[in-house]
């Protein structure tokens, strides 16, 4: 019978001070430019519905992409009060340790079989 | 019921149970297919770039005309090769990341079969003169549904383990949840707004939404996500930052959507519009940076191994070339920029480059790895296996460097207002180049194929649990 894993990947180091601001340095300055993007175009569609004639063509990718955003900020707020961005490193030990145990099981992981040819 | 978990605890687990968890013929059957496509693909990419100098063979003869051996080539690849090999590969990573498997088995080889027919129905529609007149979306509109309805499936068959984990999740499973939706949403867009919906301009910018999104939204998301799984993998360490790789998904998720229109700038589509497209790729720049950055952190302190590793050395080769790929559309999505470059195969090579270069090419690496695992036997050759490296890698970059610099000359005779015969006399030594260059690859392909038919037909070894890899 099959029975779930607990995957508790115990104590994990805590994050650097260095790497935490690395972090948060790539969110403001990744994000910050391309937030400004996605202003520009609200401000424009805006002004499409205030009737701006040529703008006429551009509504239905527009709204096509706030359909998608409007998504996305729905699926972030439900990650977020989740707790999906809580202890943000530790899925990734915990993933390495899924595989390290799959990997023991005997016979499944021919892992060194690529060199084992590598004379020919 | 809540699907079945498997229990890792025991090192003493009977392989079958494992084998409940990834069905490994179903992989297998995944690569022969894509495997397949590529060949078909290569065959009509060379026909197409044999007529270019004014040589074919198969003149006259309707359903084989250059024009749909084209398509044939690029459909053959987006939905023969790729999507086949990404639904393949997806069905090992996907249960060996949230330790479940997949909705049904049965459900598996359903999609599987009915893919097929997708595919090759397409093939023969595009022959048969039945394309539709949207790019990459030439299915034929009588298969379009039956395609729909295989995304639909094929979410519903990856969703069902990925909604049962628990936990915060993998960066990897994110990319893939976000596919399976924009996948659909996006085959959906392309396909039928444009035909049924709307016309004229507002269809053009659907379709530059549409070419752009498949790209961005279907073939980035799984192409990152399995990089995010294979690459700490095959390293035995985790990702540098996965706070970083959530920044790069997140961004991708809000910014990549409006950037379709760069495809049509200088073209009726409102100004505005372009403007956006403009901006959000910029901002996509930066996400793309985040991705890059994290890749190479990782591999800070184990970089000899992208000499040993031979799977690693595809995953990073095709990382340096996705860099260049994103520096290249830095460039191109300037006005003036597109002014010279536009209609010219600066574009072709940047094309080859993102979709050989980087994703075909983590594909081939995943393969590589992958293979003698799935059929629990060595490589018959591993001299076989650096050919194809090199043959493919050699083959791509000179078709890049040789097509973008075809593109620049192009674009120089047009705007020096020279008459047309002058641009294709420029182009004519590079696009012999070209064919030589394509050859490349088509060999790498080939020594690949045969180093797998080696390999099943090689014996089965007896392999020690715990052997060091030593790749
Ligand atoms: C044997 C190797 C190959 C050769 C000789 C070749 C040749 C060609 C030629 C001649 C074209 C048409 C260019 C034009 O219309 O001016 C083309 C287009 C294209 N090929 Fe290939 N190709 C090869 C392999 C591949 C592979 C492996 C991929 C993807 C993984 C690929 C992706 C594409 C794409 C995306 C286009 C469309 C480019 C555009 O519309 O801008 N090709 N190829």
Not at chain 2, 19 to 32: E, F
Not at chain 2, 107 to 115: K, M, Q
Not at chain 2, 454 to 462: D, F, N, Q, S
């Amino acid at each position: 019978m099959l029975r779930i894993v607990d995957n508790d990947p115990g104590d994990t180091a805590p994050e650097p001070r260095t790497r935490r601001l690395w972090t948060v340095c790539c969110v403001v300055f990744f994000l910050g430019p391309a937030m400004y993007g996605f202003g520009t175009k609200f401000y424009e569609l805006v002004r499409v519905f205030q009737g701006d004639s040529t703008g006429a063509f551009a509504v239905t990718p527009i709204v096509n992409y706030l359909l998608a955003g409007c998504g996305f900020l729905m699926l972030f707020a439900w990650a977020a009060r989740n707790g999906m961005f809580r202890d943000i490193e530790r899925a990734k030990f915990e993933m390495l340790e899924n595989e390290h145990k799959l990997d023991e099981i005997k016979n499944f992981a021919p892992s060194h079989t690529y060199a084992a040819s590598s004379r020919r | 019921m809540s699907p079945p978990v498997l229990d890792t605890s025991t090192a003493n687990e009977p392989l079958t149970d494992v084998d409940r968890l990834v069905d490994r013929r179903i992989v297998l059957c995944y690569y022969g297919a894509a495997l397949t496509y590529m060949v078909i693909s290569m065959l009509g990419g060379l026909l197409m770039a044999l007529q270019l100098v004014r040589w074919n063979e198969l003149q006259g003869i309707e359903l084989l005309s250059p024009g749909r051996w084209r398509m044939v080539h690029t459909n053959a690849i987006a939905y023969g090769f790729l999507a086949n090999a990404f639904l393949g590969t997806l069905h090992w990573t996907i249960p060996r990341l949230t330790m479940r498997p997949v909705l049904s088995k049965a459900f598996s080889y359903l999609i599987f079969a009915a893919w097929q027919v997708v595919v090759l129905a397409t093939a023969g529609g595009i022959l048969l003169g039945h394309a539709q007149a949207v790019e990459w979306g030439e299915t034929p509109v009588w298969i379009d549904p039956v395609a729909q309805l295989g995304l639909l499936l094929v979410a519903i068959n990856f969703m069902t383990p990925i909604m049962a984990a628990r936990g915060p999740m993998y960066v990897t499973l994110w990319y893939f949840m976000a596919a399976f939706v924009w996948t659909f949403l996006t085959y959906a867009m392309g396909n039928f707004v444009p035909q049924y919906v709307v016309c004229g301009t507002n269809a053009g910018a659907i379709a530059g939404l549409f070419i752009h999104d498949l790209v961005g939204l279907f073939v980035t998301p799984l192409g990152w996500g399995l990089m995010y799984y294979f690459v700490p993998i095959l390293l035995k360490k985790p990702i540098w930052s996965h706070g970083l790789s959530l920044v790069g998904f997140w961004g991708l998720a809000f910014f990549y959507p409006l950037q379709g229109i760069h495809h049509f700038l200088y073209t009726p589509i409102p100004m505005f519009l372009q403007y956006g497209a403009v901006i959000s790729t910029i901002a996509v720049e930066f996400v793309v940076a985040t991705v890059i950055v994290n890749f190479f952190g990782t591999l800070k302190g184990s970089g000899r191994e992208v000499v040993t590793n031979l799977p690693i050395r595809w995953f990073y080769t095709g990382m340096i070339l996705y860099g260049i790929t994103c520096f290249q559309c830095a460039l191109q999505v300037t006005l003036t920029f597109q002014e010279l470059i536009h209609f010219t195969d600066w574009v072709v090579g940047h094309a080859h480059l993102v979709m050989f270069g980087v994703f075909s090419q983590w594909l081939m690496g995943i393969m590589t790895y992958l293979i003698p695992r799935l059929v629990g036997k060595p490589w018959y050759s591993r001299k076989l296996c650096e050919w194809h490296y090199w043959l493919s890698v050699v083959g791509i970059v000179v078709m890049f460097l040789d097509l973008t610099m075809a593109g620049l000359f192009q674009g120089w005779s047009w705007s020096s207002m020279r008459i047309w015969d002058h641009s294709t006399q420029v182009s004519e030594p590079f696009w012999i180049v070209r064919i030589f260059a394509g050859l490349s690859m088509f060999g790498g392909i080939l020594v690949f194929i045969y180093n797998i038919y080696k390999t099943l037909a090689g014996p089965v070894e007896v392999i020690a649990a715990k052997a060091q890899p030593a790749v």
